[in-house]
């Protein structure tokens, strides 16, 4: 059985760090391309971060360099660090998991491609 579960999410000031964790079980993450997602209220849910087996990240625009997607193969966990948080970073942070092996360069945050799903972890940055 597929399962993601994330955790680490919480309050955190603007400028300030935070890391969130998904625990995956019930396949092997390395087979697919696994990504981070967040939705805010009353917006549409976005990509952002992904990775893959060949150590392949992408991010979108809005976070990039200052969040960084890693694996931890040891304990099959993804995380999503996040530095320089800024009130638009908040959302709930949703772990999802690929239909893919490779994460593509033109639709790596489409929902569609994405077949499983955690419960999310809310992150909430306070101005």
């Given at each position: 059985r597929v399962e993601l579960e994330e955790s680490g999410g919480g309050p955190v000031?603007?400028?300030?760090?935070?890391?969130v964790s998904c625990e995956i079980s019930g396949f092997y993450y390395k087979s697919y391309c696994m990504g981070?997602?967040?939705?805010?209220?009353?917006?549409?849910?976005?990509?952002?971060?992904?990775v893959d087996s060949t150590g392949t990240t992408r991010y979108a625009?809005?976070?990039?360099?200052?969040?960084?997607?890693?694996?931890d193969?040891?304990?099959?966990t993804l995380y999503l660090q996040m530095d320089s948080l800024k009130a638009e970073d908040t959302a709930m942070y949703y772990c999802a998991r690929n239909k893919v092996m490779?994460?593509?360069?033109?639709?790596?945050?489409?929902?569609?491609?994405?077949?499983?799903w955690g419960q999310g972890t809310q992150v909430t940055v306070s101005s």
């Open positions: 000031q603007a400028g300030g760090s935070l890391r981070w997602f967040r939705q805010a209220p009353g917006k549409e849910r976005e990509g952002v971060a992904v625009d809005s976070v990039k360099g200052r969040f960084t997607i890693s694996q193969s040891a304990k099959s490779f994460c593509s360069t033109s639709d790596w945050g489409t929902l569609g491609r994405y077949n499983f």
